[in-house]
């Protein structure tokens, strides 16, 4: 059990030493994107092709906007603690209630046609399993959820928030299908 606390302290500095890599590696991508000129509206939309600068200013930019959700997400796996962690674990495990989504058929949900209660109940769980605890003050609104039937599919979209000190603060978008696991309970597979 002492080596596993020390491994545990070790994997937790070796952590903290890969956040600083990472801020570090955000700040000289934002910082060389700047240096680059903007690319041309012609350029996006595809009346001309893009130049090596541009095409460069662009992988910048979706690199400075990944790196923001990485650092966020080791951000909040170091500082975990075993108390919140048993407290998450505790709730996991509770038994939904009954009826607990509203637009299940009996035996699970049925995506094969709209309804308002089988959006509500998509949209609940989103809000459940994305949202639930809350990582800031943010509020489920300001993330712009939707839930949407279109052309035969349940979506799933909302907008991925940074901290608006942040050098890569521009948002980006999430857009989630929504499909059945086994038991007929929705999962959310990435776009």
């Given amino acids: 059990m002492a080596d596993e606390g020390?491994?545990?302290?070790?994997?937790?500095?070796?952590?903290?030493q890969l956040l600083v890599g990472?801020?570090?590696?955000?700040?000289?991508?934002?910082?060389l994107r700047?240096?680059?000129?903007?690319?041309?509206?012609?350029?996006?939309?595809?009346?001309?092709?893009?130049?090596?600068?541009?095409?460069l200013a662009v992988a910048l930019e979706g690199l400075a906007l990944?790196?923001?959700?990485?650092?966020?997400?080791l951000e909040t796996a170091a500082a975990v603690t075993p108390e919140r962690l048993r407290?998450?674990?505790?709730?996991?495990?509770?038994?939904?209630?009954?009826?607990?989504?509203?637009?299940?058929?009996?035996?699970g949900l049925d995506l094969q046609r709209f309804s308002e209660a089988a959006r509500r109940a998509i949209y609940d769980d989103v809000v459940r399993s994305r949202f639930?605890?809350?990582?800031?003050?943010r509020t489920v609104d300001d993330f712009e959820?939707?839930?949407v039937y279109l052309f035969g599919r349940w979506l799933v979209l909302y907008r991925k928030l940074w901290d608006a000190a942040e050098p890569a603060a521009a948002s980006a978008q999430e857009l989630l299908v929504v499909?059945?696991?086994?038991?007929?309970e929705p999962v959310y597979h990435a776009v």
């Fill in 132 to 137: 639930q605890p809350p990582a800031s003050a």
């Fill in 87 to 107: 407290r998450e674990w505790r709730r996991a495990r509770r038994p939904l209630p009954a009826g607990d989504l509203p637009g299940r058929q009996g035996r």
């Fill in 66 to 73: 990944d790196l923001g959700p990485l650092i966020e997400r």
């Fill in 34 to 55: 700047r240096r680059l000129p903007e690319v041309p509206a012609a350029m996006t939309e595809l009346a001309e092709p893009y130049t090596p600068a541009a095409d």
């Fill in 145 to 147: 959820l939707q839930v």
């Fill in 179 to 184: 499909g059945l696991n086994e038991r007929r």
């Fill in 22 to 31: 990472l801020r570090d590696l955000r700040e000289r991508t934002v910082a």
């Fill in 6 to 16: 020390r491994t545990g302290e070790d994997a937790a500095r070796e952590a903290q």
